[in-house]
């Protein structure tokens, strides 16, 4: 999956999409907030006017959605589940005093760790910091009894080493150049493993496959251990790692194919023999039928699919996501699949690296009905896929924008004071106001339907060149696709933009965020590590100094706050151009030192000065940088033995939420 993260997470615009009634009691969007972070309620409009197999088949696809959740915490850090069930188990059973700050410090870890999946932060890869000491921890672990912990009593000294050590599992994903990327990172892909042996270990096998017109995702599905200096992969698959999870998840995606209807049926019949041999051919079988069916309603992702967890781009984090279309507001991105080869054709890209056929491109606006594994809590709100290069280039990409989220979003973010704050033109805060989450919208669609799916690598380049830098160059190349026509006239052309001022209150944001307000999601003297914060930087930063001579950006200080003013919006739109094609070619071409020079110079330092007037300007409004979601609840209704409809709930207890997940999916041992 191509994540476009949420932009408006930050500068969210509050625009009622016009789809749903307001009403002033409906219940809050907001179900709570701790540290950073907001966690909201999503509703699932047009669920209950489904026929009754779709139902039935979204319920079996959530159930298989949740079961995989204990794999990402293994994968995020070895020592993830121990910590979560030690800390659950002291949350439930604790009988001491639950007023004093030490107690209300370790519930907010224990939400954080929750939402992070993993005690590093989901965004900075941080190792939190605990508000509480290890005195009080262990003194509240010795009030409740041995039996309540079980398994979990032989693991505690680790447990607490883990947690409080400052020293060790810094951070879960370590990009900084010269390093050993995989030694100084905390997350369980490799163990034992340093950065020279996984690179030499995948290149003989890259080597043993060359010339193979559609080559392997080598590495996607497995850990890579080393034991008595012998390299080997334990595979994620049943009788393999996390094999006690998979089997769950089967369990349900065979309930799921019984309901299905073909091709649906098919493709997941491929996924269900995928997990059950970790043979990729059967993964890449099973993304052939998927990209292929563009006639079902009910769609759904399961599986190990994104890299950006590792820092050798290889080994992929398990995810979930079940949707159905919303086919009121498909229209949008129907017209850009549509008009797809013009848009690869009149790209500012080198024509030798535009695609002289774009196959299979297909794109939609979704209602997602439940997250599960790395879409969960936090969430993208578009999606591209599949991943694989040849499959992409043969059979094309399916794209969706999620429109339920992107409207809870919105509404979550109503009144907070954000625009008054940080843009200083009126006029600009006018078309934000009108445009804004048109222009998000639109952005996420030409991300991800054409930015992902554009473009095709030189002869002879496989595609995992860029190494550490890969993932934060493609997503520069699809968002500088999208910015790029979010201003062409050929929108207007269309009839999906009623004129240039859309593109302006996109380029207007996205200036504003790349350059200032997104460091509000950085810590005091951090620098820029997440990929997709790293592509908006770069962007910003490569355009404000390239336009500088005609001050096509400019920073303004009035009353001593800064502000980030776009002055000449159709240069702005010329730059853009320019820099897609260089990245295009670096992808292209497989050039790594270019790529690392564009993103150590561009998306990683940042200026103390400017972060600290964010953060400050931030935390007197009070707003969380980050937002993420409570999953409605499906109950099955059976009558005479036979299923008869499926009910939908929306709860607003994050942590009941958090704590029922713990006893109905946890299914993996405390050590894998």
């Given at each position: 999956m191509r994540i476009f993260s949420v932009m408006c997470m930050i500068a969210a615009v509050a625009v009622s999409c016009g789809r749903r009634p307001e009403a002033e009691n409906e219940a809050p969007w907001i179900v709570d907030r701790f540290d950073d972070i907001k966690v909201i309620r999503y509703e699932v409009p047009g669920f209950e006017q489904?026929?009754?197999?779709?139902?039935?088949?979204?319920?079996y696809l959530s159930e298989a959605a949740k079961c995989g959740r204990d794999i990402l915490f293994d994968q995020n850090f070895k020592y993830n589940l121990p910590i979560r069930r030690t800390l659950e188990t002291i949350y439930e059973h604790y009988e001491g005093d639950r007023t004093v700050p030490e107690w209300a410090a370790l519930e907010k870890y224990l939400k954080k760790m929750w939402f992070a999946n993993g005690i590093h932060h989901h965004y900075s890869n941080d190792k939190f910091v605990p508000e509480f000491t290890e005195e009080y921890f262990r003194t509240v672990a010795s009030t409740i009894p041995d039996e309540r912990f079980g398994e979990l009593n032989g693991l505690f000294e680790e447990v607490c080493t883990a947690i409080f050590d400052p020293t060790l599992y810094k951070t879960k994903l370590n990009q900084a150049a010269g390093d050993d990327l995989i030694a100084t990172s905390s997350n369980n892909y490799y163990a034992g493993v340093t950065?020279?042996?996984a690179e030499r270990f995948y290149a003989d096998m890259a080597a043993a496959d060359a010339g193979n017109p559609e080559p392997v995702s080598y590495g996607l599905n497995s850990q890579l251990t080393k034991t008595d200096g012998r390299l080997q992969e334990r595979v994620w698959k049943i009788g393999g790692?996390?094999?006690?999870?998979?089997?769950?998840?089967?369990?349900?995606l065979k309930k799921a194919a019984a309901v299905a209807e073909e091709p649906q049926k098919t493709n997941i019949e491929a996924l269900i023999a995928y997990y059950e041999t970790g043979n990729l051919k059967e993964f890449d079988r099973y993304n052939i039928g998927w990209v292929k069916d563009t006639v079902s309603n009910v769609d759904f992702v399961n599986g190990f699919i994104e890299d950006y967890g590792d820092p050798m781009g290889r080994k992929a984090s398990w995810e979930a996501n079940v949707n159905f279309m919303d086919r009121e507001a498909c229209h949008r991105t129907e017209v850009i699949s549509e008009n797809a080869q013009w848009f690869e054709d009149h790209s500012p890209v080198a024509p030798e690296y535009r695609k002289k056929q774009v196959k299979g491109v297909s794109a939609k606006v979704i209602t997602v009905a439940m997250l599960g594994g790395d879409c969960y809590p936090a969430t993208p709100i578009g999606i591209n896929l599949p991943n694989a290069d040849w499959i992409r280039k043969e059979y094309g990409s399916k794209s969706v924008t999620i429109d339920n989220i992107t409207y809870a979003y919105d509404k979550a973010a109503h009144g907070n004071g954000f625009d008054e704050e940080f843009v200083l033109r009126a006029e600009d805060r006018a078309r934000m106001e009108k445009y804004g989450k048109l222009a998000d919208d639109l952005h996420t669609d030409l991300h991800e339907c054409l930015g992902?799916?554009?473009?095709?690598?030189?002869p002879g380049v496989k595609g995992g060149e860029l190494k550490s830098y890969g993932s934060t160059l493609e997503e520069a190349r699809a968002d500088l696709f999208g910015l790029y026509y979010l201003g062409d006239p050929k929108l207007e052309e269309l009839g999906l933009v009623p004129s240039f001022d859309v593109a302006k209150a996109g380029y207007a944001n996205y200036m504003m965020n790349g350059l200032m307000t997104q460091l509000a999601r950085i810590e005091p003297g951090k620098q820029v590590e997440e990929s997709h914060m790293r592509n908006r930087k770069l962007i910003a930063e490569w355009c404000y100094e390239h336009g500088a001579d005609d001050r096509v950006i400019e920073w303004v200080v009035q009353e001593g706050k800064r502000y980030v003013v776009v002055n000449d919006f159709e240069k702005l739109r010329a730059l853009f151009g320019e820099l897609l094609?260089?990245?295009?070619?670096?992808?292209?071409?497989?050039?790594y030192e270019a790529g690392k020079e564009l993103v150590e110079r561009y998306a990683v330092k940042v200026d103390p000065a400017v972060h600290k007037e964010v953060l400050e300007r931030y935390s007197a409004l009070g707003i969380?940088?980050?937002?993420?979601?409570?999953?409605?609840?499906?109950?099955?209704v059976e009558q005479d033995g036979r299923i008869v409809d499926v009910k939908i709930a929306y709860p607003a207890n994050y942590v009941g939420q958090m704590l029922g997940y713990a006893k109905e999916y946890s299914f993996l041992p405390n050590r894998n």
């Open positions: 489904l026929p009754l197999q779709e139902k039935e088949l979204i319920y950065q020279a042996d790692m996390y094999s006690q999870a998979i089997e769950k998840i089967v369990y349900w992902h799916g554009s473009g095709q690598l030189a094609h260089e990245v295009q070619r670096i992808k292209s071409e497989g050039d969380e940088p980050y937002g993420g979601f409570v999953n409605p609840e499906y109950e099955l």
